[in-house]
């Protein structure tokens, strides 16, 4: 198995960028922000406690969502290995899914690190607000997202890069020549499929 975290602040590319992964290595996307966008539009217990934090830019809890990986990932036994997008999100959540892995007899190889200067961050997110009706693509919560992002997720990265699994690729240029970064490093692993 493979598995790789993409990791970066909001709108550094993540979901574009794990659509492109997917295609060319068929790993199984997990993105933690698309399920629960599905269980608050599907109004489940879940998705009703989930939307208080997220309509706020804040975090939602560790164990929601933790529980909510371990069922997703029970659920895809066959994966060739799986694509985290928007999960680990705190340490807590990287030691979870550290021990998650662990009990399956496999583990992260690779953590790919969107860097985007803060302004291009902003300026993505405001401009998505305009067409992609989440409620929480608006200035002020934008804002509170890049400050739960620096206070809580930052850290996720030393966690990585403590295990020498952390790669840092320049998440400025195209679509096109960031994916070229991403494939190259994740060339070094496995193959496109
Ligand atoms: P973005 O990275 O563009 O902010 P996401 O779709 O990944 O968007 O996440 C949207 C919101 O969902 C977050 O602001 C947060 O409230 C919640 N969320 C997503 N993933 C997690 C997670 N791993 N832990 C806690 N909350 C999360």
Do not use: C
Request: hydrophobic share 35%; proline share 4%.
């Amino acid at each position: 198995m493979f598995n790789l975290i993409l990791f970066g602040p909001p709108g550094s590319g993540k979901g574009t960028q794990s659509e492109n992964v997917v295609k060319t290595y068929r790993l199984q996307h997990i993105s933690t922000g698309d399920l629960l966008r599905d269980e608050v539009t599907r109004h489940t217990p879940l998705g009703v406690e989930a939307k208080k934090y997220m309509d706020q830019g804040l975090l939602v809890p560790d164990e929601v969502v933790i529980g909510m990986i371990s069922s997703k990932i029970d659920e895809l036994p066959d994966a060739r290995g799986f694509i985290f997008d928007g999960f680990p999100r705190t340490k807590a959540q990287a030691e979870a899914l550290d021990k998650l892995l662990e009990f399956k007899n496999t583990s992260i190889n690779l953590v790919l690190s969107l860097e985007v200067p803060e302004q291009q961050l902003i300026d993505r997110l405001v401009g998505r607000g305009a067409t992609s009706g989440r409620s929480d693509d608006n200035a002020e919560v934008i804002t509170k997202r890049i400050k739960e992002y620096h206070t809580k997720t930052a850290a996720v990265a030393s966690h990585y890069a403590e295990q020498g699994k952390l790669e840092r690729v320049k998440g400025d240029n195209s679509i096109e020549d960031t994916f070229r970064l991403l494939a190259k490093q994740i060339d070094k692993y496995l193959l496109p499929a």
